[in-house]
Nanobody, 124 residues
Framework: QVQLVESGGGLVQAGDSLRLSCAAS????????MGWFRQAPGKEREFVAA????????YYTDSVKGRFTISRENAKNTMYLQMNSLKPEDTAVYYC?????????????????WGQGTQVTVSS
């Protein structure tokens, strides 16, 4: 059974930075892509970023391009999301997710395993 645990969320001011981490266990981490999603109050869960199994390919939603960076350390079974220049509209619960195969989905339907989420709140 795959387990995903996020950490690193918190309350920050606009323009600040945060780094989220996702620790994975239960299967060979380096074989699978990984992704980050977020869900703001009253809104649907949305794709934020995804990374291939080697880390060589990354994908971002337009609203975070140039501000967020997804990365992974396969030796530590951990994925990261570095978030810079945070805006109030980035406020949401952030989830890490893992798909059932090596493919890199950019929609929630492509992911099978989910973490419990970590709250990110950006004040103006």
């Amino acid at each position: 059974q795959v387990q995903l645990v996020e950490s690193g969320g918190g309350l920050v001011q606009a323009g600040d930075s945060l780094r989220l981490s996702c620790a994975a266990s239960g299967r060979t981490f380096s074989v699978y892509a990984m992704g980050w999603f977020r869900q703001a109050p009253g809104k649907e869960r949305e794709f934020v970023a995804a990374i291939s199994r080697s880390g060589g390919s990354t994908y971002y939603t337009d609203s975070v391009k140039g501000r967020f960076t997804i990365s992974r350390e396969n030796a530590k079974n951990t994925m990261y999301l570095q978030m810079n220049s945070l805006k109030p509209e980035d406020t949401a619960v952030y989830y890490c997710a893992a798909p059932p195969s090596w493919e890199v989905p950019t929609t929630s339907e492509g992911y099978r395993y989910w973490g419990q989420g970590t709250q990110v709140t950006v004040s103006s």
